[in-house]
């Protein structure tokens, strides 16, 4: 059995107005401390590994605090999906099950590391991972994502 997760992360430094929010919302979750300016979220509902749900929640984050969310979904270490949204707008959605999917260049773009984009491409890209939790700790650090936000969801 392999790990099942789903986080959002936001980039942004608003960790109380974050914790407002989620509260305000009647939102079961856990929040991490800001690391590097970014604020991750661990949703309880998210963690029954609905995509639409996770969808729902990152597109309204990213939308509240003007900012970009990463959101992450490890199912059995099978498949990884993320998807990006940035003022509650999809800019790219990549699954490991279907290696053409996503834009490196989109998420090298968003965070900063353009000159990383061979290698963010290539992480994406790599047809044979055993776990998809090294994919995701691969793809997070060179994205400069900090790697609290790798193997963790609400349970």
Known sequence: MGNFYTNVTLRTTERQAVTDHMRAQGRLCFISPV?????????????????????????ELSARFHCAALAVLNHDDDVLWISLARDGEWVTTYSSDHIASGSAWKLAQE?????????????????????EIWRHWAITAALGIPNFTVGFGYT
């Not at 590097?36 to 729902?56: A, K, S, W």
């Open 35 to 59: 690391s590097h300016g970014f604020t991750t979220i661990y949703d309880r509902l998210c963690e029954e590994q609905d995509v639409q749900d996770l969808e729902t929640l990152a597109a």
């Open 111 to 131: 965070f900063r590391v353009l000159g990383l984009l061979p290698l963010v491409w290539f992480l994406m890209r790599w047809p044979v991972v055993l776990f």
